[in-house]
């Protein structure tokens, strides 16, 4: 399997505008979480979805952020307008389901970087 | 909410050496799961160990064992004969079983960077 997949690896935009970062989960996993990393405040849950519904969005930090999971495939996390302050590393995750016990695999991450 | 504490932020052991990982954390229920990662140079996340809170004995995974103290809240990482391979930022986590069917998140510490010295 080719694990989780995210694009693009590294991202550099201008303040003000549109990010767009991609996740492609694992084959046959009906659960997909969004995370991010920065050095103040560690790694963080943004948002996460079950059989591509949102289930749990209290983590994404304001208006300027929304996440979308068309189908089983394929979900994206969109920041308009980017702030300097959204500079960090944002990982997607999988997993079989919502069920504790089941493993969360992350991708390899997008670091985003808003000058 | 559930805090998770890493206190030491860097730690360096020699190569097959044995070295200990510190977490401790916080929460008022009784049934959770703790983990274990790995962020290597590469940035992945990688699962190493985890345990489940009813269960009495120590998760153990090849040269990666716990203690966790349940009373004490607490739940340590040891990395035996250590490698070059085991350098990375290690990551102490925690999971509530509280919302089984629905989901709940992971809460994660600090992290602590191990350094293994040839």
């Known amino acids: 399997d080719a694990g989780v997949i995210q694009s693009p690896r590294h991202e550099v935009t201008e303040m003000g505008q549109e990010v767009t970062l991609r996740c492609k989960p694992i084959?046959?996993?009906?659960?997909l979480f969004w995370y991010r990393q920065t050095m103040m405040r560690g790694l963080e849950l943004l948002i996460y979805f079950n059989n591509n519904v949102p289930i749990d969005d209290s983590g994404m930090p304001e208006d300027r952020f929304s996440a979308k999971m068309p189908n089983a495939s394929f979900s994206t996390l969109k920041i308009q307008p980017s702030e300097p302050r959204d500079s960090a590393v944002y990982f997607c995750?999988?997993?079989?389901?919502?069920?504790?016990?089941?493993?969360?695999?992350f991708g390899p991450g997008t670091r985003l970087t808003v000058t | 909410a559930q805090t998770v504490t890493q206190s030491q932020p860097e730690m360096s052991v020699q190569e097959a050496e044995t070295v200990t990982l510190s977490c401790t954390y916080d929460t008022s229920e009784s049934d959770y799961y703790l983990f274990w990662y790995k962020q290597p140079p590469s940035r992945q996340m990688i699962l190493v160990i985890r345990q489940e809170a009813y269960k009495q004995q120590n998760a153990t995974e090849n040269r990666f064992s716990v203690n966790f103290q349940k009373a004490a809240k607490s739940f340590s990482l040891k990395i035996s004969d250590s490698q070059l391979g085991d350098a990375a930022m290690y990551f102490c986590a925690y999971r509530s079983r509280r919302e089984e069917t629905s989901g709940s998140r992971l809460t994660f510490g600090e992290g602590t960077q191990l350094t293994v010295n040839p």
């Open positions: 995750a999988s997993s079989l389901g919502l069920l504790t016990s089941y493993e969360q695999y």
């Open positions: 084959s046959g996993h009906n659960s």
